[in-house]
């Protein structure tokens, strides 16, 4: 499957949030998000567009991997989830002995709404993102055959809720942006 999403910064998530009730999304969901990321020592994931996450929300850990973008105004890459029936520190520590290493955790407190267009389910997350500010990610979990179908959903979407800051960078690129050392990492909100 692809996840096919578009981000946008948002000034003001409030009117936003107001514009998506009024379009009929129902909201679906808030949860907190902690992201951490890890690079293999084989490769290099910047350089290959690549990413591997442990997603913590609750006491249910997933683990992502993300292929490289394709091109468009969308992102789209492959996406493959699988839960993990352990602890964060247990995966962690199973990571690190095959030497990945952390490198950065993500937190987010995160809004989820649905919405169906043409078919298809149309998840816009209002993220507000610690030491980021706030987004909005409309996504669609698709085939590739489909790929063409959405982003054009995804264009109207955006028009019809006024968003005008897209933002192609991911939450990490932005992160390690302002830690050009790119070696942050971000536990429990404070540096270690």
């Known amino acids: ?87 964060l520190s247990e995966a962690l520590e199973f990571f690190q002995a095959l030497r990945y290493q952390v490198v950065a955790t993500i937190h987010k407190e995160r809004e989820i709404f649905q919405l169906n267009r043409d078919g298809f389910t149309i998840h816009a997350c209002l993220d507000c993102v610690r030491g980021l500010g706030d987004f909005i990610e409309l996504e669609v979990l698709a085939s590739e055959e489909q790929e063409t179908r959405i982003q054009p959903l995804l264009n109207q979407l955006s028009q019809q809720l006024h968003l005008s800051r897209m933002e192609p960078r991911s939450y990490l690129e932005m992160l390690l942006l302002l830690n050009p050392a790119g070696e942050s ?8």
């Open 1 to 87: 499957m692809l996840e096919i999403e578009i981000k946008y910064a948002l000034p003001h998530l409030e009117s936003v949030r107001e514009l998506l009730i009024q379009l009929g999304a129902e909201c679906v969901g808030t949860q907190l998000e902690d992201d951490t990321y890890l690079k293999p020592p084989d490769r290099d994931f910047a350089q290959t567009d690549e990413a591997l996450r442990l997603r913590l929300i609750g006491d249910q850990l997933m683990v992502t991997y993300k292929g490289p973008r394709r091109s468009g105004i969308t992102k789209s890459r492959q996406e493959i989830e699988l839960p993990l029936l352990t602890t």
């Open 185 to 192: 990492r971000f536990v429990n909100g404070s540096a270690a």
